[in-house]
């Protein structure tokens, strides 16, 4: 039996009796969409690039498209203390073979697709970010959506996560989020391969460090080791590698992901990248080129007063984890909600609460990046909950960080 759901909610992590769980074998898709924090800590300078055509320009790239009538029953947003308001952006990766250049595992079938989602969680006094990424893997009860001409798409049970998107786009997800975890989305974006590369090879690459070659014929990638920048498709097949780097699981992957975006969130505000606008409007172009997004982020002066709100968040309090699961006991390569923490993450979350070490054992900052010439500490401290401890507990937290780095094929 899968652990419940949290309470707000029906069970989100056991299929019905009778019916047959889905085949146990992996299939073959790469995510490269966890990009939109660089993004967005970027698109705070565009009011300053001067030219009306280049405002013009980067608006016509963006996509906009409007969920809100696929969606019902939609949670309150609750209110708490703050100079602002709590903001709340899902951001999806969207693994589509239709664009020009993202067919790049060669899959047949069109359509889109996506293996990404990251809630992105601003404070109200902007004082901290987390971006909190939940698995593909994750079997829940998906809730019933609409299309965009207004058939209901049913609901199902025992569903992976990134079914919604696959059924319905941005809107099935959406709903599929709120209903499961009680949060009030303001906002969303969805990412997707054609925009990537460009971004990474616009701010001169992205330092990682690699601790041992990966070599992966089947997929033809072929990385040195070593702590250095990268950029292109190297870029593009270190984010999207599963199957030989660490111990092979999505949550590994996911796990890389984050500090990739994390090291880009550190190179784009410290490597000189918003001072040299030849590489900011190149970054600027491919990130728009990139985007859909919702009708309230519909221009670029939008995202920019979104990212303006980011400037006072120190780059040590941008923070990345993964919602805390576990693999599902009736099918190993799936996942389900580990309980009471993941519904603690996410209440803590819709009451604007700081996160604590506990729930956060594998963190990631953009201030700290596992391995960087920069960060040399392999793992960070939450907002709230000080500096790392000495203590027993304090210990374990830093053996799971360390666990989940190597798990994931990064330096320790």
């Keep these: 039996m ?46 300053g690039l001067g030219t009306i055509w280049l405002y013009r320009h980067l608006n016509s790239n963006l996509n906009v498209y409007d969920p809100t009538a696929q969606m019902s029953n939609r949670p309150a947003k609750v209110k708490v203390e703050g100079p602002h308001e709590p903001l709340n952006v899902l951001v999806m990766g969207s693994d589509s073979r239709d664009c020009k ?28 970010a987390y971006g909190i990424s939940i698995p ?18 049913p609901g199902g049970s025992g569903s992976m996560w990134n079914e ?21 989305l303001d906002h969303f974006v969805v990412v997707d391969f054609e925009g990537f590369r460009g971004m990474v090879d616009a701010i001169g690459g992205v330092e990682v460090c690699i601790p041992e070659p990966i070599v992966d014929p089947a997929h033809g990638i072929n990385i040195e080791a070593g702590t250095r920048k990268i950029k292109g498709y190297e870029a593009l097949n270190y984010v999207r590698e599963r199957y030989v780097v660490g111990n092979g699981s999505d949550i590994g992957r996911m796990k890389r992901q984050q500090a990739f975006i994390a090291s880009m969130a550190h ?19 491919s990130a728009t080129k990139s985007l859909t997004v919702d009708p309230g982020l519909s221009n670029v002066a939008k995202i920019a007063e979104l990212g303006i709100q980011f400037k006072g968040i120190g780059l040590d309090n941008i923070q990345f984890i993964t919602i805390p699961n576990i693999p599902d006991p009736a099918d190993p390569n799936r996942l389900v ?26 963190v990631i900052s953009a201030g700290n990046v596992p391995g960087s010439s920069s960060s040399p500490s392999p793992s960070g401290s939450p907002t709230g909950s000080g500096s790392p401890s000495s203590s027993p507990s304090g210990s374990a937290s830093n053996d799971a960080s360390k666990q989940a780095l190597e798990d994931a094929g990064l330096c320790t």
């Design 164 to 184: 919604a998107f696959s059924l319905g786009g941005p809107a099935c997800t959406m709903q599929q989020f709120e209903q499961l975890t009680g949060i009030h």
């Design 101 to 128: 250049g993202c067919n790049i595992d060669n899959l047949t079938g069109g359509g889109q697709r996506s293996d990404t989602t990251i809630l992105l969680h601003l404070s109200a006094d902007r004082t901290r």
């Design 267 to 285: 190179q784009v505000v410290t490597a000189g990248t918003l001072a040299r606008p030849d590489r900011l409007i190149r970054f600027l172009d």
């Design 2 to 47: 899968s652990d419940p759901a949290p309470e707000r909610v029906d069970r989100d992590t056991t299929a019905p009796q009778g019916r047959a769980k889905r085949r146990g074998k992996v299939r073959k898709r790469h995510t490269v969409g966890k990009v939109l924090l660089a993004t967005v800590l970027v698109l705070v300078m565009v009011t």
């Design 337 to 362: 909600w580990k309980q009471p923490d993941a519904k603690r993450v996410w209440q803590k979350i819709a009451e604007d609460e700081p996160l604590t070490k506990r729930l956060t054992p594998d």
């Design 136 to 153: 593909r893997d994750l079997l829940v009860d998906r809730p019933e959506c609409r299309t965009k001409s207004g058939d209901t798409i």
